[in-house]
């Protein structure tokens, strides 16, 4: 089906879940969109162009470099490498879903198309009439969008996590994995030329206020070892994203919702990746994610291990 906002091939509508084949699908575009945007950070760094933080070339247009393409190979190959990502991921203007655009903040305005139905810190979540949900991430201090988390480690080999704002990269990332850890389909609509990431989800129903989450996530996300971690979100997991190892939280009562068939789903997290730079200062939570890996319920610490400590 279509978008009727985007007029792009669309596979979320209302409350309904896709099937698999669908859902597989929105995995494949995620990725896909993921390769061309390195592929656009790489080609830029070719000609010289910042590439950090990430905003400016996240909303280039097709045309943006056009009058340089021919002045040699790594400008045509960034022509290329945009067209190509502005294939992956549209810009929309956010009169096209009914906001004003002579305003200082649409946004608030509201829209005359989508009823308001929710906003946190990162995005304004809104409802359209065939009930599918629209959020609009907006960029924070011009630059940043969404939220991560840093890691400063301690002296007890303790890894700390705090959330902060996070890059377009890291955002993309993060929607990602929302659907690979079987959260809620997530769709990718657009991004305005202001920077405000358009999102797409199935709408589901709100859990009574207090439930308590933490019995309630999927089995893909494995508890931590609270000496391994100290996090200023709630419900903190470890989840195996595409091989990578993830912090995935946040998902308190407001990030999780009930679909028809009764079936949980997470529409909101605090994530990011746990790469070598932060493992490599803690070599027990290394050892401890590398058996965790291949096995959930892998003991904090090597049976040899125990007498040493
Ligand atoms: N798919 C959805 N179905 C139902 N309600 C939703 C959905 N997505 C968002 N909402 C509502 O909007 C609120 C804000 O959306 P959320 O994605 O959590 O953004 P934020 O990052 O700003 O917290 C949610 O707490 C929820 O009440
Ligand atoms: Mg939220």
Not at 170 to 198: A, R
Request: net charge negative.
């Amino acid at each position: 089906m279509q978008d009727h906002f985007s007029r792009r091939p669309s596979i979320i509508q209302g409350g309904k879940l896709p099937e698999g084949a669908a859902q597989e699908c929105l995995l494949d575009d995620h990725r896909r969109r993921l390769e061309a945007f390195d592929r656009l950070r790489e080609a830029a760094a070719e000609c010289g162009l910042g590439t950090d933080p990430d905003r400016d070339l996240f909303v280039l247009p097709e045309d943006a470099v056009s009058l340089l393409e021919g002045s040699g190979d790594s400008w045509a190959a960034l022509g290329r490498a945009i067209r190509d990502f502005r294939a992956a991921l549209p810009l929309l203007s956010l009169d096209l879903f009914g906001f004003p655009v002579d305003s200082e903040d649409s946004l608030a305005e509201g829209s005359s198309l989508l009823r308001h139905i929710g906003g946190g810190v990162e995005a304004w979540a809104f409802q359209d009439r065939e009930d599918s949900i629209y959020k609009f991430f907006r960029p924070i201090e011009g630059q940043w969008i969404g939220a991560t988390f840093h890691y400063e480690p301690d002296e007890n080999q303790v890894m700390q996590a705090e959330a902060c704002p996070g890059t377009y990269r890291g955002l993309l990332e993060k929607l990602d994995v929302i659907n690979v850890i079987g959260g809620m389909p997530t769709e990718l609509v657009g991004v305005t030329p202001e920077g405000v990431l358009v999102v797409k989800q199935v709408l589901g129903e709100r859990l009574a206020e207090g439930t308590d989450t933490s019995g309630l996530l999927p089995p893909a996300l494995i508890p931590w070892p609270s000496r391994f971690l100290r996090c200023d979100r709630d419900h903190p997991r470890l989840a195996f994203v595409r091989g990578r190892p993830w912090l995935v939280a946040d998902t308190h009562d407001r990030n999780v919702v009930r679909l028809g068939d009764g079936s949980l789903r997470i529409i909101d997290i605090v994530a990011a990746p746990i790469d070598r730079a932060v493992t490599g200062r803690h070599p027990l939570l290394h050892d401890w994610l590398e058996r965790v890996r291949l096995d959930p319920g892998a003991p904090l610490l090597r049976a040899a291990d125990d007498d040493e400590l």
